[in-house]
């Protein structure tokens, strides 16, 4: 058996150690947790989903949808404990959090290929080895991927707030999914056009945090603050986060709505989803009890808005998520350019993959990107435009099909199916 390094326990990280270890190999598995956390982490289980403990869409006409049945076909660690954490949500995949990583950092640990090491990394090593540090990788091991790599890049990420249960007031509250997919899975705060327009006052005119470290902040638009959006204009969340469609109350649609997710299986705590925030925690407060229900909600977390760190990949990785000029290194997670849980774990899977195949001095496997996997690995190796930023999964980012298919659904059908078949056929090579 040979030994291997991966540097970060988090959704890549222990896809990728996984991976490699069901293979044979030995895996030193470094954690900074618990002796050390980033801003963002609070837990010192691995896998810990410090943003929303949402994993998106489930359906495979979905592009996300797709990428997780992708991965459960290559029995992905991170679907399995995901799929068995799970708590209702409509027509995605939550997952009651702790119970997610406690699942993770259970199967981690029970596995007797896998060391787990405690302890901050400030160097690459020499050996063979994959980066999954996450989007907060601490200082000093950013100096060393700089001087392997180059200048890091870096955009700011923004998480919800969360509510205790108990305080909020179920007689101005629904309990509804849009169109009725999937149950009664969220809860719904209803606004008539007189209180929004209130709540958007108040929320643009709001104190936020002030970032000292960067003068000009570039913000991810997949988690833009719900205060910023709200700045490009009145109407912006109604038709965004806020948006009624597809919901009743009482007869008839509301002029907007908040919706809140469940954060446990209990129901114990509720996610704002969509609220990504970087107010000051008395602003939030004040602002987000304006919401009809919210009036004295207790919260039990406070949005917050942090640093992102992620490389320049088209100039550094190929598409099995390896250094173009240092065959032994891999990358993985939200470093290398993938944005969202699944696309983390998704990389770390084809990294852990291709890494074991290195070792084993087998050919790499390119996914390709007829698959949500592949497209994902191809973008972040093959981007050419003149500003590459964090992507989720789009089936803007397939190969097209040969045919063209007008139908919205159809072609999104076509795409997926195309995709499974590809995974299928890939399945005899993967020692599965």
Not at 149 to 173: E, N, R, V, Y
Request: aromatic share 8%.
């Amino acid at each position: 058996m040979s030994e291997i390094s991966v540097i970060g326990a988090g959704l890549a990280g222990c896809e990728a150690a996984y991976q490699l270890a069901k293979r044979g190999h030995r895996v030193k598995l470094y954690e900074m947790k618990p002796q050390k956390k980033s801003p963002a982490h609070k837990s010192d289980g691995f896998a810990e989903l410090v943003c929303s403990n949402s994993f998106r869409a489930a359906r495979v006409e979905n592009a996300v949808g797709l990428l997780k049945e992708e991965m459960r076909r290559l029995s992905s660690l991170i679907m399995s404990c995901a799929d068995a954490a799970a708590i209702p949500a409509g027509g995605a995949l939550a997952v009651d959090r702790t119970a997610f990583s406690k699942a993770v950092t259970e199967r981690i640990a029970s596995n007797p290929n896998i060391a787990i090491v405690s302890c901050e990394v400030s160097e690459l090593p020499n050996s063979p080895c994959i980066v999954a540090t996450g989007p907060l990788t601490s200082e000093p091991l950013c100096v060393a991927i700089e001087k392997e790599l180059g200048a890091s890049l870096h955009f700011f990420d923004a998480a919800a707030p969360i509510i205790d249960a108990a305080s909020i007031d179920m007689t101005k509250a629904f309990f509804a999914s849009r169109y009725d997919k999937g149950g009664d899975d969220y809860l719904n705060c209803p606004m008539d056009r007189e209180r929004y327009e209130l709540f958007w006052n108040e929320l643009v005119n709001a104190e936020t945090v002030e970032l000292h470290e960067f003068e000009t902040p570039r913000v991810f638009e997949g988690c833009m603050p719900v205060e910023v959006m709200a700045k490009r204009g009145i109407k912006t969340l109604a038709f965004g986060p806020m948006k009624p469609v597809g919901l009743e109350y009482e007869g008839r649609r509301p002029y907007a709505v908040v919706q809140l997710r469940k954060e446990d299986a209990v129901g114990g705590s509720f996610n704002m989803v969509g609220f990504q925030t970087n107010l000051k925690f008395g602003e939030q407060k004040r602002v987000f009890s304006l919401i009809p229900g919210l009036e004295n909600a207790e919260f039990l977390r406070y949005g917050v808005m942090h640093k992102n760190t992620f490389i320049e990949s088209p100039k550094h990785l190929n598409c099995y998520y390896q250094s173009k000029t240092n065959p032994n290194l891999f990358f993985a997670g939200q470093l290398t350019g993938v944005e969202g849980y699944v696309e983390s774990a998704a990389s770390g899977l084809v990294a852990g993959i291709n890494a074991a195949r290195m070792l084993e001095e087998k050919p790499l496997i390119d996914f390709t990107d007829c698959t949500a996997i592949g497209a994902l690995a191809h973008y972040v190796s093959g981007y050419n435009g003149k500003d590459f930023q964090p992507m989720n999964v789009t089936f803007g980012l397939f190969q097209p099909l040969n045919e063209r298919i007008r139908n919205k659904r159809e072609r999104f059908d076509a795409l997926a199916r195309r995709a499974l078949q590809h995974i299928h056929d890939c399945l005899p090579r993967l020692d599965i």
